[in-house]
Structure formats: structure tokens, C-alpha cells
């Protein structure tokens, strides 16, 4: 089982940053490969970036390429998300999600993933 629990967001101005967090329970963080998902109002839940167990692999949706970064830190049990360049329609509830994956494969949709944060908001103003 694993517990994991989001922080970080917030409200901020269209071009700013915010630097969410999600930090899991148990001791075999480094067994799970992460992901950060969000969703806005009226629309599904999307992928926006996804990290391998030992954070040599990483893989971002296109309209946050060159903005976000995803990073891990396995000896705090944490996962980050690194959002620069904000834009309105970043606008969403953020969720972490862990899925065990000690190989290469990197899971990149919802319903491979077996855990999940109860979401932070993150609010960018035009």
C-alpha cells in the first residue's frame, strides 16, 4: 500500500512558477514509477509527465515540453514537479499517481497507475 500526498499548488500570474511536491509513504518508493497527472473542469484526467522508477527515464505530454520538469528523490520518498512559464490553461487540480514498474516501462495512462494523491489546485491568472 501506498499513501501519497500532493503540495505546492496554488494561485499564480500567467508566466510564474510553482513547484509541487508529492510525498509517499512506505518503504519501497523506489520500486514505483510516478506520475503526475491534472485535470481541469468539465474534462478528463490528463497525463502531464511520468518518471521511471530510478528517474533515469521521464516523459512529458507535448503542451508542457520545455516548461515542466519532473524529478525524484528516492531517499525522501518524493516526487516533484517543477511548472515554469505558467499558462492559464495549466489551470487544474494536480494529482500523483505511483504504479510498481521496476523495469523499463514507463506507464503513461490513468488506469495503469494503482495509487493516488487527493490532487492540489493550481490556479495561473491571465
Known amino acids: 500500500q501506498v499513501q501519497l500526498v500532493e503540495s505546492g499548488g496554488g494561485l499564480v500570474q500567467a508566466g510564474g512558477s510553482l513547484r509541487l511536491s508529492c510525498a509517499a509513504s512506505g518503504r519501497t518508493f523506489s520500486s514505483y514509477a510516478m506520475g503526475w497527472f491534472r485535470q481541469a473542469p468539465g474534462k478528463e484526467r490528463e497525463i502531464v509527465a511520468a518518471i521511471s522508477w530510478s528517474g533515469g527515464v521521464t516523459y512529458y505530454v507535448d503542451s508542457v515540453k520545455g516548461r515542466f520538469t519532473i524529478s525524484r528523490d528516492n531517499a525522501k520518498n518524493t516526487v516533484y514537479l517543477q511548472m515554469n512559464s505558467l499558462k492559464p490553461e495549466d489551470t487544474a487540480v494536480y494529482y500523483c499517481?505511483?504504479?510498481?514498474?521496476?523495469?523499463?516501462?514507463?506507464?503513461?495512462?490513468?488506469?495503469?497507475?494503482?495509487?493516488w494523491g487527493q490532487g492540489t489546485q493550481v490556479t495561473v491568472s491571465s
Open positions: 499517481a505511483a504504479k510498481y514498474s521496476i523495469g523499463g516501462y514507463l506507464p503513461q495512462f490513468r488506469y495503469e497507475y494503482d495509487y
